[in-house]
């Protein structure tokens, strides 16, 4: 059977103050009617049974979790509540742990809760293909083809030689960390690099494997971590590292899938740009509001009316308690402002 | 005695939103514990006395100058409520037949209500020289000297000779309106040019000399006003116009006398700029709020907490039902903000 891993346990500080900590990114509908995390759910349906999907996240979003999955009808125990945030590999590598006690055939597909992806349906048939490859033993993951020379993101070098012919997928050379301005506008000329989108497939047995043969420490923990009344202190011997770190970067069998399928991963306020509608001078308006003469400027308004006049490159969010005016292309700087509420203490929820 | 005619009936837009229809700059306290109108009457206390101060404003203001003039002891019948907004010549030139009616001996001064002066005690001793020269049968104009080639405002040019000596007023040579960029450096360098304050001190007896010499229909109107059943058909015969282009252009009784008190026109929110206390950054900050990275930015905030983040050269000003984000340099341009939003009829007041 297929499976998801749904990571839902981002903080989306770059959102604030539409995020905040009891309200994260994933479950605002940012760019929908619904929040991001019943997209991400609803987009994988066509492959992936409602008992198939597990969704990993912080305690602290327990109401707000279960709530989206009686909605949804997924089975109230495929939640994993963290004990304590531990990145990526944690999660992943304990509901895999879980997945394959149930389902010795299972193939599972790890998924971030907020990204944004325009074409569903070319979304699906990867989805699909990926299964296939999977299947065959690798670890597959979607690669982003680039669009702009962009250092906020991780990439993945592809080896000229298919891990698979039909459908086509790459044997991967490298991972590479977040470049600099240069090297990333090298790679956006190179055929060869792709972003990582944080999209991975494989069997849970292929992972597993793995993790023994690169944390043999670790696998045992995991190994010891069906005794339910001892899951707490296990996890926190767990080691804080997201999967990229952990095993993407060493394992021999990953295969990357080229994915352009309208993939945005909505890390900040300028990534909105990229997915809501502009007008001619490249604004975003979103509530009650009246410009004269703005350009390339978004706008985020709750209930009160917002007049912009002369911006260029501004993005304004308006909430009851707080509000945002911020220079576009630092946006990603937003989490800076939340840190320095937290030192401050400032009495407005972060 | 001497008297003075505060001009009160602006409408302030260009400081939407902290200002409306109802609460116009002139009953704000922008930049200090009292409201603008109350520090124009404090400031010429110690040379007018309360009985000689009178109030042109709207209609509209009834309950909030009756409660200002009750607070400082002002007779209520010192106010002439205009029936219909009709510039500066026209309250000007009822309230000094008023006067004249009055005192035969009087010396009138004109001031705008919602003008900050640095140096109050200069521009007593300036208001007080200016009273001597308009009681040898000048109009006197305070005269400020240019500090930046501002565009907004009217200029004056006097001649090389002395109106008096002692204490040195010059003639005037001409009225110029607001002139362009160009114009405006060169009126900087050039010595002969002085802001137009719309400052102006003259006997009553010479204003209405001058009305009946350049308008004598209008001063027949004038003359007919005092029978108060009357007056406000009267008023809607007086024409529309400043006192600048109906009189003081044309009159030649008109003696400058330079006026360097720290005067600043809060005719926008720009303004501002030029009378708080700025950060080592250019910044103003009022009220809660955290910033990272901004420079020469205003921000005016009510009770929500604003996070500002690598702005430049931007104004913000939040009240608790309309948020203004604008361009500094553009904040001449608020007033046709609030002009669109008349049209547009928006739910806000304006």
């Known amino acids: ?86 990145n990526t590999f944690a999660p ?12 010795s055939d299972a193939v599972i597909a790890v998924l971030p809760s907020d990204h944004f992806i325009k074409d569903n349906d070319r979304f699906i048939g990867l989805l699909s293909k990926g299964i296939k490859i999977a299947r065959n033993g690798y670890i597959v993951s979607l690669g982003i083809p680039p669009k702009r020379p962009e250092t906020g993101y991780g990439y993945i070098k592809v080896k000229p030689q298919a891990a698979s012919r039909k459908p086509q997928a790459y044997k991967v050379d490298a991972f590479i960390e977040k470049p600099g301005l240069q090297k990333a506008k090298r790679f956006l000329k190179d055929k060869r690099y792709y972003w990582n989108g944080g999209i991975f497939i494989f069997s849970p047995q292929v992972i597993l494997g793995e993790i023994k043969k690169f944390m043999p420490r670790t696998y045992k923990i995991l190994m010891q971590m069906e005794d339910k009344g001892d899951f707490i202190r296990l996890w926190h011997k767990l080691p804080c590292i997201s999967i990229d770190y952990a095993l993407m ?60 006049l002369g911006l260029d490159n501004v993005v304004i969010v308006d909430t009851p308690d ?19 509420l937290k030192e401050k203490n400032y009495r407005v929820e972060i």
């Not at 019943?38 to 996240?57: C, F, H, N, Q, V």
């Not at 990953?254 to 490249?282: H, Q, R, V, Y």
């Not at 005016?325 to 939340?338: F, G, H, L, T």
């Open 1 to 86: 059977m297929n499976y998801a891993i749904i990571l839902a346990g981002g903080k989306g500080a770059r959102f604030w103050p539409l995020s905040r900590e009891t309200q994260p990114k994933q479950f605002l509908n940012v760019c929908s009617i619904r929040p991001l995390i019943e997209e991400t759910i609803y987009r994988i349906s066509p492959l992936i049974k409602k008992e198939g999907i597990y969704i990993a996240t912080g305690k602290i979003h327990n109401k707000k979790i279960r709530g989206c999955l009686k909605k949804i009808n997924i089975p109230s125990g495929n939640t994993l509540f963290e004990p304590e945030g531990k």
């Open 322 to 340: 707080a509000l945002l005016v911020c220079r576009k292309d630092m946006s990603q700087d937003v989490k800076k402002v939340v840190q320095l």
């Open 249 to 308: 970067e060493k394992t021999r069998l990953m295969a990357l899938l080229p994915a352009d399928c309208g993939w945005t991963d909505l890390g900040s306020w300028e990534a909105i740009g990229e997915i809501a509608k502009k007008d001619k001078d490249g604004n975003i308006f979103r509530g009650k509001h009246i410009d004269i003469g703005s350009k390339n400027t978004l706008v985020w308004s709750d209930k009160r009316l917002i007049a912009t």
């Open 92 to 103: 992943i590598a304990v509901l895999s742990k879980r997945i394959s006690d149930l389902d």
